[in-house]
């Protein structure tokens, strides 16, 4: 799950939120998954909710890591390799003898690794049960991250006004390109039409330095 830190709500625009408690959100998700097995399961199940609050006072165990750098390239690459990644790395597995599979992983609780040998049919039982329902969709967005939010336009309009100058003026080299080649640069093959977000160039570019210059965008 990747959280924004902050928040958007019904009145507030924006409102930037610097910590998020780990001890909060195990206490949250044990509260929640307690109650919803309450309410499937009934009252047949109240004994034992009282029972694991107390003997869980902190809550249930999160898997949480530390912040990481938005700008950092690690960031990228942790966030893309964790959103289509299949459920076990073949680079895990260490021998196969033809019917038993010798494997290992890092346990969460204390970053121990532990090696495991069973046999091949139950390691394919630990595999598919990760294989989701047919239709069911893996990858879900909500609030600020969905396609259409109550404030996706006032949040765009607090980029900052370098930024929106250089969209503005660069906004029209899509049509020349057109105009002069016949082809649309932004055109993909797979039928979908791309967004310019940035342009990332080396060396000294005069007409790129300019669009960029705070002295240009503020004379526009």
Known sequence: MLLTEGASGTKTIWRKISHIPFN????????TILDFLHK????????LKSYLFKTYPDGFYVYAKSNMDSKSTDAVKYIIRYTGRPV???????????????????RHEDNKRVTEKIHAFEFIKRLIIHIPEEQFKMIRYYGLYAKE?????????????????????HS??????????????LCCSCGHTMELVEI??????????????PRYNNSA
């Open 40 to 47: 499937i399961l009934g009252n047949s199940f109240y004994k």
């Open 149 to 169: 939010y109550v404030h996706s336009s006032k949040l765009y309009r607090l980029d900052s006004t370098t930024k929106k100058h250089f969209r503005k003026k």
């Open 24 to 31: 909060m959100i195990r206490k949250r998700w044990q509260a």
């Open 88 to 106: 076990m790395a073949q680079s895990r597995i260490l021998d196969y003898d033809g019917q038993f599979v010798t494997f290992y992983y890092d």
């Open 172 to 185: 029209h080299w899509r049509a020349r390109l057109l105009l002069a080649f016949g082809v649309d640069p």
């Open 200 to 213: 990332f160039h080396s060396g000294k570019n005069p007409y790129i330095d300019k669009l960029s210059s």
